[in-house]
């Protein structure tokens, strides 16, 4: 999978551009339909597209703008991709916050779908 990389930050880039442009609903379209997961702040996970979708329209802001300060892109042992995201975020009139998020993709009836997701935000003190 030398390609790893390229697919890794083609996905990044899709995804945040979706999520940003709205409605954020729509990247549950990015998931494993029936088992992908999403782990939101330390919340209980949603699990499957459907529930990821309504955990999605429960955010309470209106707009949100999502920069990359890095990305670190691994393949695993069984064929699918990890990717580990740090950057910043700002949602409505909010400061910018920091976050962290990791996505585990799996090549599913021809396309890549999140498996795995855990976003974070970095709150100091």
Known sequence: MSDFKAIGKAFIDYYY????????EGVAALYEPTNGMMNFNNA???????????????????????????????????????IVVTGALKAD??????????????????SWLVIN??????LHG
């Open 44 to 82: 209980d996970f949603a699990k499957g597209a459907q529930d990821i979708a309504e955990k999605l329209r429960s955010l309470t802001f209106q707009t949100i703008s999502h920069t990359v300060s890095t990305m670190d892109i691994q393949p695993t042992y069984d064929n699918c991709i990890l």
């Open 117 to 122: 997701n855990v976003f974070r935000l970095i």
């Open 93 to 110: 009139n909010d400061p910018p916050m920091q976050f962290t998020e990791t996505f585990l993709l799996r090549f599913i009836n021809n």
């Open 17 to 24: 551009s979706k999520f940003d442009a709205g409605p954020r």
